[in-house]
């Protein structure tokens, strides 16, 4: 199973970001600056369902999706096409992504960021932080109900945002419990790779409304957008389409059914 595989190569990056700094390090530099106001939440009331763009490389399912990776200019068509917010990878060894990318466009980029990896330390909260993230991914097959509680009590300290992800109804009601203000839907089984965007409608009516609910992955038409707004959903995630449209704006107006 991927997910166990992605795992194991996360541990490996905790003991070296660890080897480099000192943990109390990270935590004590995280600590020190500005909270902020949690941009990524308020990106996500926006009046009609919020567009999250994706900056990534490649996929364990889909391979290579971009050989040429100008991200710093994908994200910065992304702002100008509109998007609501960018969720940058950073995954390396999957993904091909790197917290580099994360800082580059933070400099350039003056929307909120979601730092898309895999959290099993909560150094790597610190690191999000520090590299200029508003929000980070909290993947609630990889963590129990305790650990989510616990981690999204670091990232209320640190003024981070945590979309917690769920796949089905008992992760969604772990998810709840730890007290998630932001819960992700994953359409994609990451057991099968198979995408069904049914799973974000199916598993709406469980998350109470003032709860933002995103629905990601797989989302290739503005029927799709459709579907999901009228099903109530906040927010979409959307990766491989706008990876692979030339135009940002046109694709993000058709996904938004403005053409
Ligand atoms: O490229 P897509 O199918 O539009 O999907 C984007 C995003 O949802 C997907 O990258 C994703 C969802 N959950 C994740 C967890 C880890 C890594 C990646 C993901």
Same mark, same amino acid.
């Given at each position: 199973m991927i997910l166990?595989?992605?795992?194991?190569?996360?541990?490996?990056?905790?003991?070296?970001l660890k080897a480099q700094t000192p943990p109390e390090e990270l935590k004590s530099r995280a600590l020190a600056m500005d909270r902020g106001a949690f941009p990524f939440e308020a990106a996500l009331r926006a009046p009609d369902i919020?567009?999250?763009?994706?900056?990534?490389?490649?996929?364990?399912?889909?391979?290579?999706i971009a050989g040429e990776f100008p991200y710093l200019d994908i994200a910065r068509d992304y702002e100008k096409a509109g998007a609501d917010a960018v969720s940058?990878?950073?995954?390396?060894?999957?993904?091909?992504?790197?917290? &580099?990318?994360?800082?580059?466009? @933070? #400099?350039? $980029?003056?929307?909120? *960021?979601?730092?898309?990896?895999?959290?099993?330390?909560?150094?790597?909260?610190?690191?999000?932080?520090?590299?200029?993230?508003?929000a980070v991914l909290l993947i609630c097959a990889l963590l129990d109900t305790e650990t989510l509680k616990s981690y999204i009590g670091i990232c209320d300290s640190l003024g981070l945002s945590a979309l917690v992800e769920?796949?089905?109804?008992?992760?969604?009601?772990?998810?709840?419990?730890?007290g998630a203000r932001i819960v992700g839907v994953n359409n994609r089984d990451l057991r099968t790779f198979q995408v069904d965007l049914g799973n974000s409608v199916r598993l709406r009516p469980l998350v109470p409304g003032d709860i933002?609910?995103?629905?990601?992955?797989?989302?290739?038409?503005?029927? &799709?957008?459709?579907?999901?707004? @009228? #099903?109530? $959903?906040?927010?979409? *995630?959307?990766?491989?389409?706008?990876?692979?449209?030339?135009?940002?704006?046109?694709?993000?107006?058709?996904?938004r059914g403005m053409a």
């Open positions: 166990d595989k992605l795992a194991d190569a996360t541990r490996r990056r905790v003991e070296a919020a567009v999250i763009c994706e900056v990534k490389r490649a996929s364990p399912s889909k391979g290579v940058v990878l950073t995954e390396p060894d999957y993904f091909l992504g790197h917290p &580099d990318y994360l800082s580059g466009i @933070r #400099a350039q $980029v003056g929307l909120p *960021l979601l730092r898309k990896d895999f959290i099993l330390d909560d150094c790597q909260l610190y690191e999000s932080k520090l590299i200029g993230a508003d769920a796949h089905d109804a008992p992760e969604i009601r772990s998810a709840l419990a730890a933002l609910f995103v629905a990601e992955s797989g989302i290739k038409t503005a029927e &799709d957008v459709g579907l999901l707004r @009228r #099903a109530g $959903v906040n927010a979409v *995630l959307i990766g491989e389409t706008l990876m692979r449209s030339g135009d940002k704006k046109a694709a993000l107006r058709e996904l």
